[in-house]
């Protein structure tokens, strides 16, 4: 229990940067799903904070600073961001993926007595966690981490196995959906805020939410859909692909679109706040991921009774059950890829049986509750082992 009157320890949450994505969604929905009366927090970003999304956060406590981090390694930003946790003095500092693992060290110089760093899945330049450099890199910041977090089996197996972490320093935690405010139904709606005549009666939509960059991979998703297309297939031509959100691959996904000829089958519809409107708006929701820890999306579609078509990578596996409320496919592969869409539009029966059981498995698996608790006793027990006094249950 906390002393009366004192203030609910300070956990600062260290980001690469706080823009929309999976990985800053989720601690989002963290901060704003955990009690006020249990802990604080402060989202530090090393690059920039994007204030739209930052709002995002109902908590009218909670403070988003960003450090403004230039090219180069983050050893530049060591001297600011020591100052600035000797100024807030957080019991926690919780670090997130390779790109913020470096600032463990400043945390710990700063006397931060809990360091918990989480991995959410890996970068396009490092699809598989191979690269023996940032293995290297995460072993030698090991000292200096007092708990991992990792949120799929695959991100553990490697901290445990490759990397060589204890495995009672490990633990893991899945993201959670918030299965009320992603509850669109069986049944497609219309689609917010597409083009006039580009949904036709008979359509059928498959559709993609994420930031576009090489790692999510929709360039391989438009070569599939174009490759279906020209087949002939009369379902193909009813089909439609929606692309949700923004980001350093559409020039290219544009490109993609006029050179196959889908100028009228394709809507790019930029970033949004209106995703399960969006994904009510779908009969399928593809992942077309090149790398995944445990996708905020999927789960999203998942919890909208969408069935799932997505790669076999990261922790996909964890999420979707192939054959039963979805189909796993190999990554970077337009032909399969495109084969797996053809069989769900052709099979209604089959969509509407994964429809069912996906958000079946959305509600009793992942809620949004039962991560927040699971985060709360990682942050309880780590107080405790580090000997600071733990907040009130």
């Known amino acids: ?193 597409a083009p006039a005549g580009f949904v036709p009666d008979n359509a059928i939509v498959f559709g993609a939410v994420g930031r576009l960059q090489a790692v999510k991979d929709q360039l391989t998703l438009v070569r599939a859909f174009a490759h279906w297309r020209a087949s002939g297939s009369s379902l193909a031509d009813r089909a439609r692909l929606v692309l949700v959100g923004d980001g350093p691959l559409r020039a290219k996904i544009e490109a993609q679109i006029v050179t196959s000829g889908l100028d009228n089958a394709v809507w790019l519809a930029g970033a949004r706040d209106d995703v399960p409107a969006l994904m009510a708006g779908m009969d399928c929701f593809v992942l077309p991921s090149k790398a995944e820890g445990i996708s905020n999306t999927l789960l999203e579609a998942m919890a909208c009774a969408r069935p799932v078509i997505a790669t076999r990578v990261g922790g996909n596996g964890e999420l979707v059950a192939d054959g039963e409320t979805g189909v796993l496919v190999p990554p970077n592969d337009p032909a399969a890829l495109a084969t797996a869409m053809a069989a769900m539009a052709e099979n209604a029966d089959m969509r509407a049986r994964m429809s069912t059981a996906a958000r079946v498995r959305a509600v009793s698996t992942f809620s949004l509750e039962a991560m927040v608790d699971r985060y709360m006793n990682v942050y309880d027990n780590a107080l405790v082992r580090a000997g600071v006094t733990a907040p009130g249950r």
């Open 1 to 193: 229990m906390t002393e009366q009157g004192a203030l609910p320890p300070l956990v600062a949450h260290v980001l690469f940067s706080f823009r929309i994505g999976g990985l800053e969604n989720g601690v989002v929905n963290l901060i704003n799903r955990m009690p006020a009366e249990r802990f604080r927090h402060v989202v530090i970003a090393l690059s920039d904070c994007d204030e739209t999304f930052a709002r995002r956060i109902v908590r009218p406590d909670v403070q988003c600073i960003a450090l403004h981090k230039s090219p180069g390694h983050g050893v530049k930003l060591f001297p600011r961001l020591y100052a600035l946790l000797r100024r807030l003095r957080p019991a926690i500092v919780h670090t997130r993926n390779l790109a913020a693992l470096e600032m463990t060290i400043p945390a710990w110089a700063a006397r931060v007595p809990v360091r918990i760093h989480g991995e959410h899945g890996w970068d396009s330049s490092d699809p598989d966690g191979q690269s023996r450099k940032y293995r290297l890199l995460r072993r030698l910041h090991a000292p200096f981490v007092t708990q991992y977090i990792a949120l799929s089996e695959h991100l553990s197996s490697y901290l445990t196995g490759a990397v060589g972490i204890p495995s009672e320093r490990v633990c893991r935690i899945c993201n959670g959906v918030d299965v009320a405010r992603f509850e669109a139904g069986s049944l497609r709606s219309m689609l917010p805020g």
